[in-house]
């Protein structure tokens, strides 16, 4: 009974901030401009190459900033390890999700900006200033920066959960360090490499903020279409069959990085 109690909250919290909702945009997908019922939303975004190509850049600019900040946080994590102050720069790495995304966004604005800090050093070396601002590298480089506490973290944990013993046996039988890593460290740290791609990757499809002040609106995705059509077009139906699509595309992903358990 107690048991029950305790949970309740927790059964408020779900229902009121997650199924609810999902209820109502799946609900709200099936209704067009005049409130009619229609299955035309979903006949329109699986036959309009527009929709299909924002889908592909969607999933393309999540890979890219899944594997570049997976490229950067395990090493980052592997090297913390061995660190006899790892928690505390551990907690440098993680301060910066203190402050506001919008915050971020603005302050690269500054940074990559025509008149920013990166092009007055490339004038002063003598290249020139550039359009940084407003380009997919740009995008993906804040993007990215963005996300790398959110894959450090879960990596981190993973290779400190380590069995120290299991590497000391793969060197003692004879191992290089590489073996080591590949047959052993890497293997067994996989859980927190999947946790971190799904904390990286599933936001990663849907950002819209990011586009609009660092992409210029030159980077378009579903989420950009999801904030078009409730905001400007006022096509809810439409923009909740996005937000539909969106959501089985992060249950699909969560599905194939799910965590192993060994049995």
Same mark, same amino acid.
């Given at each position: 009974?107690?048991?029950?109690?305790?949970?309740?909250?927790?059964?408020?919290?779900?229902?009121?901030?997650?199924?609810?909702?999902?209820?109502?945009? &799946?609900?709200?997908? #099936? =209704?067009?401009? /005049?409130?009619?019922?229609?299955?035309?939303?979903?006949? @329109?975004?699986?036959?309009?190459? *527009?929709? +299909?190509?924002?889908?592909?850049?969607?999933v393309l600019y999540a890979l890219i900033i899944t594997?570049?900040? +997976?490229? &950067?946080?395990?090493?980052?994590?592997?090297?913390? @390890?061995?660190?006899?102050?790892?928690?505390?720069?551990?907690?440098?790495?993680?301060?910066? *999700?203190?402050?506001?995304?919008?915050?971020? %966004?603005?302050? #690269?604005?500054?940074?990559?900006?025509?008149?920013?800090?990166?092009?007055?050093?490339?004038?002063?070396?003598?290249?020139?200033?550039?359009?940084?601002?407003?380009? !997919?590298?740009?995008?993906?480089?804040?993007?990215?920066? &963005? /996300?790398?506490? =959110?894959?450090?973290?879960?990596?981190?944990?993973?290779? $400190?959960?380590? !069995? $120290?013993?299991?590497? =000391?046996?793969? /060197? !003692?039988?004879?191992?290089?360090?590489?073996?080591?890593?590949?047959?052993?460290?890497?293997? +067994?740290?996989?859980?927190?490499?999947?946790?971190?791609?799904?904390?990286?990757?599933?936001?990663?499809?849907?950002?819209?903020?990011?586009?609009?002040?660092?992409?210029?609106?030159?980077?378009?995705?579903?989420?950009? %279409?999801? $904030?078009?059509?409730?905001?400007? @077009?006022?096509?809810?139906?439409?923009?909740?069959?996005?937000?539909?699509v969106l959501v089985l595309a992060m249950l699909a992903?969560?599905?194939?990085?799910?965590e192993k358990k060994e049995g």
């Amino acid at each position: 009974m107690m048991r029950r109690l305790y949970a309740l909250p927790y059964f408020l919290w779900i229902s009121l901030f997650v199924i609810i909702p999902l209820a109502m945009l &799946i609900y709200q997908s #099936f =209704f067009n401009l /005049s409130g009619q019922f229609t299955l035309l939303n979903y006949a @329109t975004y699986f036959s309009s190459g *527009t929709y +299909l190509m924002m889908t592909w850049n969607s999933v393309l600019y999540a890979l890219i900033i899944t594997l570049v900040t +997976l490229l &950067i946080s395990y090493p980052t994590a592997y090297v913390l @390890t061995k660190l006899k102050m790892k928690q505390m720069w551990l907690m440098l790495i993680i301060l910066p *999700t203190w402050v506001n995304l919008l915050l971020k %966004a603005y302050a #690269f604005i500054g940074i990559f900006g025509k008149y920013g800090s990166v092009n007055n050093f490339l004038q002063f070396i003598g290249i020139g200033r550039t359009q940084i601002l407003f380009t !997919d590298a740009s995008f993906i480089f804040v993007a990215s920066y &963005i /996300s790398i506490p =959110f894959m450090i973290l879960p990596i981190f944990n993973a290779l $400190e959960d380590l !069995d $120290e013993h299991l590497v =000391f046996a793969s /060197s !003692d039988l004879g191992a290089s360090k590489w073996q080591t890593f590949t047959r052993v460290i890497f293997p +067994l740290s996989l859980n927190g490499v999947r946790a971190g791609v799904q904390a990286v990757f599933i936001p990663s499809l849907s950002l819209f903020m990011l586009t609009r002040l660092i992409g210029g609106n030159k980077v378009i995705t579903l989420g950009t %279409a999801v $904030e078009e059509h409730f905001l400007t @077009t006022q096509n809810w139906g439409m923009g909740s069959t996005i937000a539909v699509v969106l959501v089985l595309a992060m249950l699909a992903v969560m599905g194939l990085t799910k965590e192993k358990k060994e049995g």
